[in-house]
């Protein structure tokens, strides 16, 4: 074999393999005692009345974010995602369509009549802002996972499939 065949093979051979190191570690349950008190208060104050059942990090580029995850008061899956320094990063909470401000259903409609969702996320961002995500089906493209920020100006595909 050529020798700069075994040298791919061996470059090759070491991307396998150290590729999983460099990767983010995404929903990585923890115990909550392993938690930095300053998150864990952040959660607790922006969900007071939430009874936490499941505690998870993950590393997004290089920084650890703690995910907090449960049932609101009214049942919908909410979770809340904060910086080990108790500083808020997002909160992520089920929704149903008549809790979607008017500008972002028009703006839904506008871009794909006849949607269907079925399943609405509110992300409410550090700074205020809240974007919408809808996943459904809409009869022009099927299978659709759409965000729109609250203004209902900005529109953001995430994925379609018509076989889906």
């Given at each position: 074999?050529?020798?700069?065949?075994?040298?791919?093979?061996?470059?090759?051979?070491?991307y396998?393999?150290?590729?999983?190191?460099?990767?983010?570690?995404?929903?990585?349950?923890?115990?909550?005692a392993?938690?930095?008190?300053?998150?864990?208060?952040?959660?607790?104050?922006?969900?007071p009345?939430?009874?936490?059942?499941?505690?998870?990090?993950?590393d997004?580029n290089?920084?650890?974010?703690?995910?907090?995850?449960?049932?609101?008061?009214?049942?919908?899956?909410?979770?809340?995602?904060?910086w080990?320094?108790?500083?808020?990063?997002?909160i992520?909470?089920?929704?149903?369509?008549?809790?979607?401000?008017?500008?972002?259903?028009?703006?839904?409609?506008?871009k794909?009549?006849g949607?269907?969702?079925?399943?609405?996320?509110?992300?409410?961002?550090?700074?205020?802002?809240?974007?919408?995500?809808?996943?459904?089906?809409?009869?022009?493209?099927?299978?659709?996972?759409?965000?729109?920020?609250?203004?209902?100006?900005?529109?953001?595909?995430?994925?379609?499939?018509?076989?889906?």
């Open positions: 074999m050529p020798p700069n065949l075994n040298l791919r093979y061996i470059i090759s051979a070491a396998l393999a150290l590729t999983p190191l460099a990767q983010a570690q995404d929903n990585i349950a923890i115990n909550p392993d938690i930095p008190p300053a998150a864990l208060k952040t959660a607790r104050f922006y969900a009345d939430t009874d936490f059942t499941r505690y998870a990090f993950e997004e290089g920084q650890r974010i703690y995910e907090f995850e449960g049932r609101d008061t009214q049942g919908q899956h909410i979770e809340i995602d904060v080990p320094n108790g500083q808020l990063q997002e992520e909470m089920e929704k149903s369509i008549s809790d979607v401000p008017i500008s972002v259903r028009i703006a839904l409609d506008a794909h009549p949607f269907k969702p079925r399943f609405i996320e509110a992300s409410i961002w550090a700074d205020g802002s809240t974007m919408y995500e809808f996943e459904g089906r809409s009869p022009d493209v099927g299978f659709l996972d759409v965000e729109i920020l609250d203004t209902g100006r900005a529109i953001k595909h995430l994925a379609s499939n018509p076989h889906r």
